[in-house]
């Protein structure tokens, strides 16, 4: 019969195991918008939304027309990494138009049985500075969500937030 592992063995196990998930991690530090003082470039990274990065771009550009925009990370001082989620519901009852000849519930026109689908953009966003090998300097966090045609887009939101802490960063 084997004897069971001691504690200690299956301490250091778990610790190698806790050490093994964690490698490879970004490490996290926090700051705050003041440090975006005298940043000359940015980096945009919205991963495939390419529409989304341009929206950001353009109102960055127009606002802070000495900031530049990088194309890659490692040409960046502060880092804007943003994510858009679309969320599209048809509601089960639905829109009743009605026409022709006829009140609404007479049924003496024309009913049109349209559903009603209801948009949602939510937008999640950090600007960092990255200061080496995975590891990151968190200065501003951003969640916004467009619910109505009259909202902005989150990431005009998230850019229009951007733009507001550099300059007061910036005076």
Avoid: C
């Amino acid at each position: 019969m084997k004897a069971a592992p001691s504690a200690f063995v299956m301490l250091m196990l778990v610790l190698t195991g806790v050490m093994w998930l964690k490698a490879g991690e970004v490490r996290h530090e926090y700051g705050g918008p003041a440090e975006m003082k005298g940043a000359k470039a940015v980096f945009i990274d919205t991963g495939s939304q390419l529409t989304v990065r341009t929206a950001i771009a353009d109102t960055i550009r127009k606002e802070l027309p000495g900031l530049t925009i990088a194309e890659r990370i490692d040409e960046a001082e502060i880092v804007l990494d943003f994510t858009l989620e679309i969320d599209r519901r048809t509601a089960a009852g639905g829109i009743v138009i009605f026409g022709g000849i006829g009140t609404p519930g007479s049924h003496g026109g024309v009913d049109i049985y349209q559903p009603a689908e209801t948009t949602w953009e939510y937008g999640r966003g950090l600007v960092y500075r990255p200061l080496g090998k995975d590891v990151i300097r968190i200065l501003m966090e951003f969640r916004g969500q467009k619910s109505t045609i009259l909202q902005r887009s989150p990431a005009r939101q998230f850019a229009r937030k951007f733009v507001d802490e550099f300059q007061k960063a910036n005076r």
